[in-house]
Each structure stands twice: as structure tokens, then as C-alpha cells.
């Protein structure tokens, strides 16, 4: 079984050395059913294509979960930019080796994200999941609050459409 004591969190400002291993994880997570904007299969020129533009505007923070030099895991916080909405951010595409999963990795990138947040100070976080996920659970033991869920949101690999719970969590 892993161990999370190996685990180093990194707050990156570029994917430069690491496209090939977040593309596998994008890849990975999708291919395993994860709700993250994407469907399987999922081909690696669009999983490159989506990494090679995701820090080209300032309001995103990325963060990398490595053990053992690979990365495992990686979280986004969005930065809202709007001028009603700078006390805000949204936490988005949480994602965790297979391999690793239900270890206390989702949590550890999810408190990195929140701590930061505040840093920047910002008071407000959101975030949604697709209904009936077990990142649900993670997200309600971290203190957010369902807001509310919109039906039929995400459409899944098997075509239907599925709901999303939308999070909200003051810090």
C-alpha cells in the first residue's frame, strides 16, 4: 500500500519536464471514468493540447502531487478575475494516480489549493462534481456545502447526461 510520506506537493508556473506524465494522468483518470471535461478515449495530442495551454493565463495555479520523481496527482485553482469576484476561486480538475486513489492524496492537493487561496486571499471557494462521485464525500468532509445540483450537466462515456453537484466553502 503507498504511503502519502513520500508525497511532494509542488505549486508549478510551468509543465516544462512534466507534459508527458500529466497527459498519462489526464489520460489515465479519464479513461477510469473521472468527470473532468473530457471523454475516453481520450488520444494524447488532445491531452498535450489542453496541458500545453493551461498555465498561459495567470489566473490558473496548478499543483503537482509527485512520489517517487513520477507525478500522481495534480489540482487547479482558478483565480476569479472579474472585479465583483476577486475574493474568489474555484478549485477544478482534482486528479489522482489510480493507483494511489483514496490514500489522502484528493485531500492533500485539495488543502494545498485552499491554503493558498487564502494566501491570496480569497474567501471564497467553489467547485462542482458529477452527482453520485465519491469526490463528493471527500469534498463534504472538507467543509464544503452543496449549493445546489444541476441536472443533466456532463455527458458521459456511455452517452447519458449527468448531473453536477455544485460546492461552495468559505475560508
Not at 513520500?6 to 500529466?22: C, P, T
Not at 487547479?76 to 476577486?86: A, D, E, F, P, V
Not at 490514500?103 to 471564497?124: P, S
Not at 471527500?138 to 458521459?156: D, E, N, Q, T, V
Request: include cysteine.
Amino acid at each position: 500500500m503507498a504511503s502519502l510520506n513520500n508525497i511532494e506537493i509542488l505549486e508549478v508556473k510551468s509543465i516544462e519536464g512534466y507534459e508527458a506524465e500529466l497527459s498519462e494522468l489526464l489520460i489515465n483518470v479519464v479513461e477510469e471514468g473521472a468527470s473532468i471535461g473530457f471523454l475516453p478515449p481520450l488520444g494524447r495530442s488532445v491531452a498535450d493540447e489542453y496541458w500545453a495551454g493551461i498555465l498561459k493565463s495567470d489566473d490558473v495555479i496548478l499543483f503537482l502531487a509527485r512520489m517517487d520523481g513520477k507525478v500522481v496527482g495534480s489540482a487547479q485553482l482558478h483565480l476569479c478575475t472579474k472585479q465583483n469576484g476577486s475574493h474568489r476561486a474555484e478549485i477544478a480538475k482534482l486528479m489522482t494516480d489510480v493507483s494511489i486513489r483514496r490514500k489522502g492524496l484528493g485531500r492533500l492537493l485539495m488543502q494545498t489549493a485552499e491554503e493558498k487561496a487564502k494566501r491570496d486571499g480569497r474567501t471564497l471557494l467553489v467547485l462542482d462534481t458529477r452527482e453520485g462521485d465519491p469526490s463528493n464525500d471527500l469534498y463534504r468532509s472538507l467543509g464544503f456545502i452543496k449549493a445546489g445540483i444541476i441536472p443533466g450537466y456532463a455527458k458521459s462515456a456511455n452517452g447519458e447526461l449527468a448531473a453536477t453537484v455544485l460546492y461552495y466553502k468559505n475560508v
